[in-house]
């Protein structure tokens, strides 16, 4: 027998034993930090509550550094590879940096993917990946991207079109525009971290006429071609999500760790951020907890007992809002967030309080064993399975300690079986459409009101200018049809 096989199966007796004893532990304290637990290993090495399993979806070689994903239309993964990563190369698209986009599919319906297609790789620096309105929705710092693909072959129609640029990519590797989600109004929504502050527009607007963005949340509009701020504050967000009431929460990657999201507010902490400096007062987190003990300095208790019981430690990434139809209905519309230093999940349950939301600690969902586990984002697919990415590095929040760049892993977190679905959004009619609003599984409400929203309004690929008022923080761009 293999070390790392002998070594596995004594953690495993080991925690066999803690638990019995009604001892609950984080990791395997012994575990080689040296090199990641193999993919199937680390998957099937997780600890999840009874009835669950997590599974490998992909691993290294076929991913490596992802960064952020989405689900189509088809239930295939669309992931974006940051291979860059932490060095911004030289500004553009058009030469092979390494930076991906893949798409990787399961066929045959085992969890795992069969099919993967190299979509585009001449990107830098990639943040985020959306799809829908016939292309691909990338950010990456200092551009934000679409890529059309109107006949849905997986081969760009064209290089990307650069619909804004600005974002700021000055200060720092990390706490920059991130991540992208479909909002229920049609939006297509983002979280950007305060310390690569944006000076926002379209291509060759001058500097005047652009528009300061200090972190937060903002949107965008996929047919109207409108740019505008949402919410200003937190320090470096990192996903956001919604409820079944349409009630948006981000994590935050540092202290404190989660947020309600209200349009137009002004949320702590400040930070001396230009935007905020005549709020009358910036809104609180809403948890009631703190997932760390060091509260003089955050790094304080990392890796200690106090810590584990907290929740495992200050940084958080990635937010979901469970509203699934595999895992069991305790969990519908409480929070997970991927705890960084804590190699877990967590959960966080709300609770209405007036006209916000208080959040409580709850059990954390999964704790990995692999000490090199970094998850990034997670998010329920069309058979109501969580899809959870691992950035795979032994560093704090994407640092640089590791300079191996060659690993990466998609998990699948599963409650026993769960169905294979074979149907896609994009086929059914508009009556079918209308009639997946009540599932209960909300990833098909979502892609339903999406492609009802594709047909009501065809896309447009914007090549114009701005329009931006001196009174307004929003973009309007003048985008002529394809």
């Known amino acids: 027998m293999k070390f790392r096989q002998l070594h596995a199966l004594c953690c495993a ?68 590879e940051n291979y860059n990563y932490p060095t911004h190369m030289k500004p553009g698209h058009g030469t092979k940096s390494g930076d991906r986009i893949l798409i990787f599919e399961d066929t ?10 190299v979509f585009y790789d001449k990107l830098n620096y990639v943040t985020g990946i959306e799809v829908g309105f016939g292309g691909a929705w990338v950010m990456s710092p200092p551009y934000f991207y679409f890529i059309p693909d109107r006949n849905a072959d997986d081969k760009p129609d064209s290089e990307p079109v650069v619909l804004l640029d600005g974002f700021g990519n000055h200060a720092n590797a990390h706490n920059l525009a991130n991540g992208f989600a479909w909002g229920p109004d049609g939006w297509l929504y983002g979280t950007h971290g305060r310390t690569n502050w944006s000076m926002i527009g379209t291509p060759g607007t001058p500097d005047e006429k652009r528009v300061r963005f200090d972190g937060g949340v903002y949107r965008y509009h996929p047919t109207r071609h409108v740019w505008e701020p949402y919410a200003d504050g937190t320090t470096n967000p990192w996903g956001i999500d919604w409820d079944d009431y349409g009630q948006a929460f981000v994590c935050n990657c540092v202290n404190p760790h989660l947020f309600h999201v209200i349009p137009g507010a002004h949320y702590e902490p400040w930070r001396n951020r230009k935007s905020s400096e005549f709020a009358y007062e910036r809104i609180p987190t ?34 979901m809002i469970y509203l699934g139809d595999n895992w069991p209905d305790r969990y519908r519309n409480s929070l997970f967030t991927n705890n ?44 109501g399975s969580v899809f959870v990415s691992d950035w795979s590095d032994t560093g704090e929040c994407h640092s640089t300690r590791n300079t191996r760049r060659e690993t990466g ?50 896309a447009r690929t914007c090549r114009a200018s701005t329009n931006h008022s001196a009174r307004s923080s929003t973009l309007t761009h003048r985008c002529p049809e394809n």
């Open 409 to 458: 892993r998609i998990f699948k977190i599963s409650y026993g079986t769960p169905k294979r679905i074979t149907k896609n959004p994009a086929e059914l009619s508009n009556e079918e459409l209308v009639q997946l609003q009540l599932h209960k599984n909300d990833w098909w409400v979502r892609h339903a009101r999406r492609v009802l929203q594709e047909r009501a309004a065809p």
């Open 286 to 319: 809403i948890a009631d907890h703190l997932h760390y003990t060091g509260t003089g300095n955050v790094r304080d208790g990392l890796g200690s007992e106090s810590e584990d019981a907290a929740g495992g430690g200050h940084a958080h990434c990635g937010t």
């Open 108 to 117: 045959d319906g085992d969890g795992r993917f069969d099919e993967r297609t």
């Open 340 to 383: 960084i230093h804590g190699k877990r999940i967590n959960n966080d349950l709300l609770k209405r309080s007036g006209s916000s939301y208080v959040a409580s600690h709850g059990p954390d969902l999964m704790r990995s064993r692999d000490p090199w586990f970094m998850g990034v984002t997670l998010a329920y697919g069309p058979d």
């Open 13 to 80: 007796l080991c925690l066999a034993v803690l638990f019995y004893r009604g001892v609950s532990i984080a990791t395997c304290e012994d575990a080689p930090a040296d090199a990641p637990l193999p993919p199937v290993e680390a998957a099937s090495s997780m600890i999840v509550p009874d009835g669950f399993q997590v599974t490998l979806f992909a691993g290294e070689p076929d991913v490596r550094q992802p960064i952020g994903f989405c689900i189509d239309d088809r239930g295939r993964l669309w992931v974006a």
